[in-house]
């Protein structure tokens, strides 16, 4: 099955968590962690998720239509993820500003020019949020936290592993939606890995780049056995723009997941672009999707 071309272009303008690579880069000072955490700014509501978990106070955090942990609610915002108000940040004089490095180097770049200590962490699949919450417990001296998080993923991901391994094996296919944009998720992106861990096939093979398109031939060859659907940025209007495809474009009607129904759009909260401490919901959620009620207090 061959992937006619790539966009990643466009998925960095219109998503704010695609990147490739796990780890983290930085350009802050040769302070200890203790003297790190005592002003932290986190400028993703992933990143400052986690640095709640690990039990740092935030003096700067991302302003959001997301809920944010309880433990924010004095700190600053800071503006957008997108385009964080530099002026605030500076004058909050941070130990470091912690970010995703997903907007590429002029966005690192931003920072460093402003004389601003930052790390910068990939939250683009589940390993690269392990791999930060990782490098963030040790930044933040905050390992034995971090550690203890990692155990927590581990246990639920074996615990949904169990779950499923009675059941067949479904093929899935995931759809990316934001406004004027559709795309088809691989095996590279976060969902992908989801998807993974609860024993279904992607019909979407690849191994570059987290999300692809496909050309109006290439999906009519697809057959999945039910269709997942992610939005972003709008997805009330991304939703629409979906269900107006499936039920009008050729290539998609006449789809048997789509003649059968068997499609679900997954709720943003829990199924983001971006890695995050809510994965052991989103896997139970998901387990419950793919194989329905009959696996839901299995192993309870």
Request: hydrophobic share 35%.
């Amino acid at each position: 099955m061959k992937i006619k071309s790539y966009i990643a272009i466009v998925i960095t303008l219109i998503i704010s968590v695609i990147a490739t690579g796990c780890g983290s880069t930085s350009n802050s000072t040769e302070e200890g962690g203790k003297e790190k955490d005592s002003r932290v700014v986190t400028t993703s509501v992933a990143v400052t998720e986690i640095v709640d978990a690990l039990g740092v106070k935030m003096i700067g955090v991302p302003t959001s239509n997301y809920k944010l942990p309880e433990g924010t609610v004095d700190a600053k915002q800071v503006g957008n993820p997108m385009n964080p108000d530099l002026e605030i940040i500076k004058s909050l004089k941070p130990s470091v500003v912690i970010s995703v490095d997903t907007l590429g180097k002029d966005y690192e770049n931003m920072f460093i020019q402003n004389n601003i200590p930052s790390e910068f962490v990939s939250l683009t699949s589940l390993q690269g949020l392990k791999d930060s919450i990782t490098n963030l417990g040790k930044l933040l001296n905050r390992e034995k936290e971090s550690e203890k998080i990692l155990l927590d993923i581990s246990e639920k991901e074996k615990s949904i592993s169990e779950r499923s391994s009675n059941h067949d094996k479904k093929d899935i296919l995931i759809i990316f939606a934001a406004p004027g944009s559709m795309m088809l998720a691989t095996e590279k992106s976060y969902i992908g890995d989801l998807v993974n861990i609860v024993g279904a096939n992607n019909v979407v093979k690849d191994n570059k780049l987290p999300f692809a398109t496909y050309s109006r031939e290439e999906i009519s060859k697809l057959n999945p056995d039910a269709i997942l659907v992610m939005t972003h940025a709008k997805p009330e209007e991304s939703e629409k723009m979906v269900r107006d495809k499936l039920e009008k474009d050729a290539e998609w009607k006449d789809m048997k997941a789509v003649k059968e129904n068997r499609i679900t759009y997954l709720d943003s909260q829990y199924f983001g672009m971006s890695a995050n401490l809510k994965v052991m919901e989103s896997l139970d959620k998901l387990c419950d999707i793919i194989y329905g009620n009959e696996v839901k207090n299995e192993g309870n």
